[in-house]
């Protein structure tokens, strides 16, 4: 495995904005053996760093490298854990904050996606603030102000994005992956990997550059965000919006950062991650501990006398490690491209956005994800059938919720490893269609947290 970084000289966004140059961060793992090579596409706020390093699993910050990610059930958005300051995010790995690998439970040597096999490839999106250039990136030279701060440690002037850096979409983070594998000399692509909104990119692939690939698997994911998930992502920024500390984006040369914001975003991403069932069986009603204490927000006066409880615990918990290793703008413009992607864009519909990918599909849900449900991977697959795509929809029985992807290895790994062997004719793949998919009852699917009897 190597950490590397590519600067584009000049990159035009989809937005028909420029910067002058544009660095990404992605490492690779195995050897090129010319038709071998698997692009991953990470979640939301996920990294490169998607399988374990070999002696130490993590990227370094600062001194030691070392790091104190939680790594627990509910980082549906295939982040890992370890603290880093977003403020201090720039174009290098090595201010990155992820401690752990995000899916080192299905690729590495061994592995689903074997290392040893395959050479692997996952690039950190423009946007992030994990080694790729995004809004709390230090601006090149040609795109400073004469007026910028100077740093204050020797280094001259020093000048982030923040809200100037042009609005990225799912469109440009393939245009740039396409990019990091053209500097590797990688043509033709054997499979393009991905989950959640890392699988709508997966299927941005058989859309944009439907010869560049041989399979996609676009697992727990859709072809477009539905309403509710609209809604929610749309709190959610307002909560970092709203923040006196966001400062209109402009907050990385003061003395705070929009963390009471950034905190209460994450929160909303958790209960998208965690179906009701697992939060029920986690949780329960059950008061916190003694030493838990509640310091995470401001409680009301009446609050004193009834407890604090495990659910909100865990919640405060994790926006507490996220503060301290994303950055709020960067959460602003990644939600925005999950927003934005649509498969059908430009197109009359699904079935003809994929109808010049010649490959083969597969579409993995699972069956407690009410973020992106088992009903709209039908939906991507029965317009995969249309388009005349070989496609197999394998639905897991899962009552984890849309962060199954990630905790649940033992039932993801067996399907991805026979489907990048085999195609859709692979063992363990099952198929809707085919009326083979498994041999378990499937739990009732969670359309909505909030749907009515």
Known sequence: MTTETLTLDRFEFQCGEAVP?????????????????????????????????????G????GDGTGTGNGTPGDGDGS??????????????????????????????????????YFVVCVNVPGSCYGSDGPASRKPEAARREDAPD????????????????????????????????????GRLHAVVGGSVGGMNALDWAKRYPDDV??????????????????IESVARRAITTDPAWNGGDYYHTDE????????????????????????DRFGRRAAGRNDARDRFPSDPAGEFFPYREVE????????????????????????????????????????ALAAFQGELLAMSFTGDWHFTVKQAEGLAESARAAEVPVAH??????????????EPEHVGPPLRDFLADGVDGRAVTDTETGDNGDDEHAPVHTSLFSSP
């Open 21 to 57: 140059e544009l660095t990404l961060a992605y490492e690779t793992y195995g050897d090129f053996t010319g038709g071998n090579a698997v692009l991953v596409t990470h979640a939301l706020t996920g990294s490169a760093h998607v399988a374990r390093r070999r002696g130490r699993d």
């Open 59 to 62: 990227w370094r910050r600062g």
């Open 80 to 117: 890992g854990g370890a603290s880093a300051d977003g403020a201090q995010s720039a174009s290098a790995p090595d201010t990155a904050g992820q401690a752990r690998a995000w899916w080192g439970d299905v690729v590495g040597p061994g592995k689903a996606i074997d290392t040893t096999e």
């Open 151 to 186: 740093s204050g440690d020797g280094s001259g002037a020093v000048e982030r994005w923040g809200t100037e850096f042009p609005p990225v979409t799912v469109a440009d983070w393939t245009r740039t992956q396409r990019a990091v594998l053209d500097e590797l000399g990688v």
């Open 214 to 231: 041989d399979r996609v698997a676009a697992v727990a994911t859709a072809p477009r965000l539905d309403a509710q998930g609209l809604a």
């Open 257 to 280: 950062t929009p963390d009471d914001g950034l905190a209460l975003a994450r929160q909303l991403g958790h209960l998208q991650y965690l179906s009701k069932d697992s939060m029920d």
């Open 313 to 352: 615990s865990y919640l405060d918990y994790n926006a507490d490690s996220f503060t301290k290793r994303f950055d709020a703008n960067s959460y602003l413009y990644l939600t925005r491209a999950m927003d934005d992607y649509d498969l059908a864009a430009s197109y009359e519909d699904d079935a003809a």
């Open 394 to 407: 394998h639905v897991v029985a899962s009552d984890h919720g849309h962060d199954a992807f990630l905790v």
